[in-house]
Each structure stands twice: as C-alpha cells, then as structure tokens.
C-alpha cells in the first residue's frame, strides 16, 4: 500500500485528493498538512470531506508528519510547493507537485532539487491534457507558420495566476514544434492601437469567472479554414486521479524531473 501526504489537504485539489485517493486501490493517505492559521488543523481527514474517521490529523507543517508518507502530494502554491520539495529532498521523499505560476527561478530551483528527489510536475495532470499536448505537437508541425495560434483559456473566480499553466504549457508545445522560444514569442495581452498581427506570434486570452473547472482551447487559424483543438475539465476528480498514478508511477523511481507525458508513456 503506498503511503501518501496530502499537503493543502482542505483546499479545492487536496479535498478532491483525499476523495479520490479512498476509491483508488493501493493507495492511503496516511499524512496531511495545511498553513498554520486554517480552520482545518487537528481536523481528521475523514471528516474534511464527510467519511469515516481516517485516525490521520490535518499539521500544520508537512515537517510534522515527515516520517508517516512515501510520496507526498502538493497543490497548494508556489512558494509553499518548493518548501514541501526542500523537506522531500532532506529526507528521500518522492513528491507529486501540481501547482502553477512558479516563476523562471523557481523552476530552476526544481530543476535544482530534481538531481536528488524524484519529481513529477505537470500543470494539468488529466490524461485529457496529455493527450491535447501531443495533438497539438502534432497540429504545429503540420500547420506550420501560415496559421496563427492563439491560446484561450478560462477558469473559476478563485484562480491566481494567468494564463493558467496548462496555457502555458501548450504554448511550450507548440512553439517547440516550430523551432521557437515561448518566452520570446507569447504575446499575453492586447490593448489599444496594437498594429497587424506578426505571425511569428503565439498570442494568449484569458478568462476568469464563477466555478468553470478548467478549460483550454488552442486556435490553428489559417487563410479559409480554422482548426480549434479543445480541452474541458467538468470535475476535478480527473486531475487528483492523474495526480495519484504519478504518484503510484513516481514510487521507487530514480531522481528527475518527470511530467504527464513520462507517467502516461505517451507523446
Ligand atoms: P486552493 O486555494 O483551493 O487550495 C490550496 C490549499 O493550499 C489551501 O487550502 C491553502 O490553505 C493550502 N496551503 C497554502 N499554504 C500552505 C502551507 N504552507 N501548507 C499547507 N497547505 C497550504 O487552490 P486549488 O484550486 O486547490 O489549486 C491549488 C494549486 O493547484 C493552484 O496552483 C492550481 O493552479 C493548481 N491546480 C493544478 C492542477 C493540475 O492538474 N496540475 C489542477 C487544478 C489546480
């Protein structure tokens, strides 16, 4: 049985991980944290999401639990993420990061840290997403520079960063596939008098309203004819299952920095 700590265990992913970590065979929670100041400190794990008692307490620090996990689970934030990776790294831990918007350098300090912790760190773990990565590789090379590609994406009122990293990462995808450098192609935000469009760009819209779980379109628009390749999330439960085999995937393996594409063997 792989042991597993759920860290932000009370936030909209870590509620759902706990959930569906009680229906995936070969797994159990058996550690859990959140900030120092949430209600749900002490708080069993079962009771967070309306089970049985789990006898597993919510810490306030994934410090105070470092010996009860295998793997730990961590979709909280960024800053947060790398502390949960600093403890992992000290004590031979695998971890399963899921959160967004680090910044250059702190995806270099992952980077970093992958020399000595296995790592998976995907911005969209739905086997969906993976999928739409190797589509749109696909859809790049074939389309070539006379389609223009924009990026769409929406997502809930409580979302904190943009674009979303799932955006993010196709724009990766897509750009590789043409030979280029995302950050030396994105265009982010348009305003004004901006002049034609450079087709040499990949331009980005985000959306940000009620609950839409998460949803991604990349346009391939060409002279006479539109490709749009779309990706919709209704539930988060396909995140935290996508999350929970990198976890199972990532257990016993040797130090690096893995995504979505290496757990699901695809692309
Ligand atoms: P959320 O705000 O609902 O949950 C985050 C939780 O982390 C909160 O409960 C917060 O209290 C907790 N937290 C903050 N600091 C902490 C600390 N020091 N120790 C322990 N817990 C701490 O957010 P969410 O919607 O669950 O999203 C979390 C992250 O996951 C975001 O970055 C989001 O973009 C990302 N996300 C990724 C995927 C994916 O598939 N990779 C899917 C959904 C969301």
Redo the contacts with the bound molecule.
């Keep these: 049985m792989l042991e597993l700590a759920i860290?932000?265990a009370?936030?909209?992913?870590?509620h759902t991980l706990l959930e569906a970590a009680c229906d995936e065979p070969g797994v159990t929670v058996t550690a859990a944290?959140?900030?120092?100041d949430?209600d749900a400190l002490g708080m069993d794990t079962g009771a967070l999401i309306g089970r049985p008692a789990s006898g597993v307490q919510v810490r306030a620090?994934?410090a105070d639990c470092v010996d009860d996990f295998t793997v730990a689970i961590d979709?909280?934030?960024p800053e947060?993420s790398l502390?949960s990776l600093q403890l992992c790294a000290a004590h031979g831990k695998a971890i399963v990061i899921?959160?967004?918007?680090f910044s250059e350098a702190q995806k270099k300090r992952i980077e970093e840290y992958a020399k000595r912790v296995p790592i998976v760190l995907?911005?969209?773990?739905?086997v969906g997403v993976s999928l739409t990565l190797t589509l749109l590789d696909t859809a790049a090379r074939v389309l070539g520079d006379d389609y223009d590609v924009e990026i769409l994406e929406a997502h809930h009122r409580?979302?904190v960063?943009a674009p979303?990293?799932t955006a993010l990462r196709m724009g990766e995808v897509v750009a590789a596939a043409k030979g280029r450098d995302l950050a030396s192609c994105a265009v982010y935000a348009r305003e004004g008098h901006t002049g034609a469009r450079d087709g040499s760009t990949i331009g980005f819209a985000t959306m940000r309203g009620g609950d839409i779980v998460?949803e991604h379109t990349v346009v391939f628009a060409g002279t006479g004819e539109r490709i749009e390749i779309t990706h919709r999330a209704s539930n988060?439960a396909t995140?935290a299952r996508?999350?929970l085999r990198a976890a199972r995937w990532l257990s016993g393996r040797r130090p690096g920095l893995y995504g979505m594409q290496d757990v699901l063997a695809v692309g």
């Design positions: 860290v932000g009370a936030g909209r992913m870590g944290s959140e900030r120092p949430s620090s994934l979709f909280t934030q947060n502390q899921g959160t967004t918007g995907a911005p969209n773990m739905s409580h979302k960063d979303s990293g998460g988060r995140f996508g999350a």
